[in-house]
């Protein structure tokens, strides 16, 4: 039993599968818990995505999740039904949302509009704010679910004085903190994240010796809606007539490898897990990540007018890119982040 989840409460619980092992795992742990558990599944592309092509998908045209270890996408027809093969074996109902109007719309078009603009998005971060975390939580408060859970590596931790902090999983390879910066205390207060004390290999176990069909089943690695990680794939089938312009200004720039490292970077559209609360309102030191796998980074995070905010890194960073998040911690501790828009020395 995951001690983090020891309540002599019985909770309702709405929880996310996606039909993979971490969220179907998360979901047997509440139900064995005594939990009244309620799975659902978002339905946010159909296998006839234009992008996707079928051997994309785990194990296709057959109902056995692909094998442990191959690099695969989620969300499919697939994982609908392992999703559901879990449900019925742990005996707890499942259900299925169609949300692929309010994907293409809030996530896919986001990422091929500023793809296009030069940048690069990160799906995953559009995806939890506004879906996951937004919809689908007033759906868990909707059908009176005292919490929506999800299989994200991360952990919660409620203080004395009822605020909630956000913090790093104890399997740190795994985190997924750094793609939740935008969870603020309402959020924080009605969600729970059963696999942040456990190891990947512990969940992967732990499903084996409950008999779970996904047990076995892939990591999944690829962005769901970008197949094999071929975002030109994507950008032909979403938007074919813009590929067809300003081909003349296309260019390539290059130099040498220090050319990439910059000290400073500015970015907009900040977050704070602190909200409504408070929101800091003058310059702090924190641990910046610049991207998921990035260690993180000692910097001076400070307000600017209009919105926008500086980083000032205590060293330089390579590789910072415009669109991808840049995300704040205290310690273990996610305080937020922000989008990034453009760097300098």
């Not at 139900?31 to 592309?45: F, I, M, N, S």
Request: glycine share 10%; aromatic share 8%; charged share 25%.
């Amino acid at each position: 039993m995951n001690p983090a989840l020891a309540t002599s409460k019985r909770l309702k619980v709405l929880v996310a599968m996606s039909g993979g092992v971490d969220s179907s795992y998360a979901a047997a742990l509440l139900a064995g818990q005594g939990h009244e558990v309620l799975g659902v599944t978002l339905r946010v592309w159909q296998d006839s995505n234009p992008a996707f092509a079928k051997d994309a998908c785990a194990a296709p045209g057959t109902d056995k999740p692909a094998a442990a270890g191959r690099s695969r996408s989620c969300c499919g027809a697939q994982d609908m039904r392992d999703a559901g093969a879990v449900a019925r074996a742990q005996g707890f109902p499942h259900y299925v949302l169609d949300y692929e109007d309010r994907f293409r719309e809030e996530v896919i078009d986001g990422f091929v509009s500023e793809y296009l603009a030069g940048r690069t998005p990160n799906p995953c971060v559009a995806c939890n704010d506004k879906l996951k975390f937004g919809p689908l939580l007033q759906s868990a408060q909707g059908l009176d679910c005292d919490r929506l859970a999800t299989g994200h590596y991360a952990r919660l931790v409620e203080d004395p004085d009822g605020r909630h902090r956000l913090l790093k999983a104890r399997d740190r390879f795994k985190d997924q903190t750094y793609f939740l910066f935008r969870l603020k205390q309402p959020q924080l207060a009605r969600l729970l994240f059963p696999l942040g004390e456990l190891e990947k290999a512990e969940v992967r176990k732990g499903s084996e010796g409950l008999g779970l069909p996904t047990a076995g089943k892939a990591e999944s690695m690829d962005i769901c809606f970008v197949p094999r990680g071929d975002y030109g794939q994507v950008l032909k089938a979403y938007a074919p007539q813009v590929l067809k312009l300003d081909r003349t200004r296309n260019a390539v720039v290059v130099g040498p490898e220090s050319g990439l490292l910059a000290r400073q970077a500015w970015g907009g559209d900040a977050s704070f897990t602190s909200e409504p609360v408070r929101r800091p309102e003058s310059p702090f030191r924190c641990t910046v990540k610049i991207r998921s796998s990035h260690p993180g980074a000692e910097a001076v995070v400070a307000p600017l007018a209009g919105g926008r905010w500086s980083i000032f890194f205590d060293e330089p960073q390579r590789a910072i890119t415009p669109g991808q998040a840049a995300v704040f911690y205290d310690g273990d501790e996610c305080i937020g982040g922000l989008t990034l828009d453009e760097s300098g020395s």
